[in-house]
């Protein structure tokens, strides 16, 4: 079964979909990792757990970029907001982020200059309007948006525009889904994130199914989450393993090859560390060469400090699936999204975040 556009929230659908599920599960446990932190909040805010048969169990992976952001980088993205004459421009999930100092929504309450954009576009935009300042932009992100930055700054270097920096904190998804297979939870196979592997394709996830995992890249809405889940389990059924795409009206198996020729001309892959993952081999992009004098680190001397995560905060283990939030002894009482310990709080994308809002439990 396909489901047609303007499909993926009919509940009629929702319902069969569901049936085939409990019928494909009968007689089999199975645990199934949602990647994207934008599947982790459209699972909570429409209640698929309570949909799915007992034997069926989803966990969050560290599929939220901002989450993944290690607490070093965020000291440096407060540091870069206090220096004399920078405008900080950064997403919105970021800017209540804290750090040992504050956080960047602290530093503008402090009369730093510190603004929120919707996209790379804007930061270029900001930096035409203002001349005689430097504009640094907190770049997180993983591949949907990186393509974003690498225009931005192509077309900055065209026109001559100078005073625009990145402060890189980009990265990028499997080689985090390599770390999951040796050290997370046990998972049998992965909803798989419809954005970015509309950009990547396919191919670069073939390692899950030569691990022996299922993997299917899935949609957001409630009936392309549950197509997904019932993808899985019937490879598992079948005892097959492949990456399928059960989000065709947005991603083909070869992804977008322009998108990243883009990012492949601007960046090159880099070690670069994760929240809760370590330091992950060419996990991340640094600038090439004909680009660093983009990179705000380089421009400013900013240097990433080592950090410590906050004391009592368990964001590491959730993003790797062995912890709930609710397994977390600060959460609801000491961390909530009004004042937060941790990023998984902070992000829309977080999974604390969306337990505390939709107050979904697997019970």
Request: charged share 25%; proline share 8%; net charge negative.
């Amino acid at each position: 079964m396909n489901p047609e556009p303007g499909a993926f929230r009919d509940p009629r659908l929702a319902r069969k979909l569901v049936a085939e599920i409990d019928e494909l599960a009968e007689g089999r446990q199975a645990t199934f990792m949602e990647v994207c932190g934008t599947h982790t909040v459209a699972i909570a805010r429409s209640g698929l757990k309570s949909m799915l048969p007992a034997s069926v169990r989803l966990v969050s992976g560290p599929g939220c970029p901002v989450c993944v952001t290690p607490q070093g980088e965020i000291e440096r993205s407060i540091s870069a907001a206090r220096l004399p004459g920078v405008i900080l421009a950064t997403f919105g999930d970021m800017i209540r982020v804290p750090g040992s100092a504050g956080s960047l929504e602290a530093a503008r309450s402090e009369g730093r200059d510190v603004r929120v954009l919707f996209s790379p576009r804007d930061a270029l935009n900001l930096a035409e309007e203002n001349p005689g300042r430097q504009v640094v932009f907190v770049g997180v992100g993983f591949e949907t948006t990186i393509p974003g930055f690498c225009a931005a700054l192509r077309e900055a270097r065209e026109r001559g525009i100078g005073n625009l920096s990145v402060l890189n904190s980009f990265r990028l998804v499997p080689p985090a889904l390599r770390v999951v297979l040796e050290h997370g939870p046990g998972v049998d196979g992965f909803i798989l994130p419809g954005h970015v592997s509309a950009i990547l394709g396919t191919a670069p996830y073939g390692f899950l199914a030569e691990a022996g995992r299922s993997a299917v890249v899935a949609g957001f809405e409630p009936v392309d989450v549950l197509l997904a889940i019932r993808m899985l389990l019937r490879q598992e059924a079948e005892d097959r393993r492949t990456v399928e795409v059960a989000y065709r009206r947005a991603v083909r198996p070869e992804g977008n090859p322009a998108a990243r020729r883009l990012i492949e001309e601007t960046l090159e892959t880099a070690d670069a560390g994760w929240r809760g993952l370590g330091v992950l081999p060419a996990s991340g992009l640094r600038f090439r060469k004909g680009f660093a004098d983009f990179d705000a680190g380089r421009r400013f001397d900013l240097e990433t400090p080592e950090a410590p995560e906050p004391a009592g905060c368990r964001c590491a283990e959730v993003l790797l699936g062995k912890l709930g939030p609710r397994d977390c002894g600060l959460f609801g009482g000491r961390c909530t999204p009004e004042d937060p310990v941790g990023p998984c709080m902070v992000s829309s994308e977080g999974s604390c975040a969306a337990e505390y809002r939709y107050g979904q439990t697997e019970d």
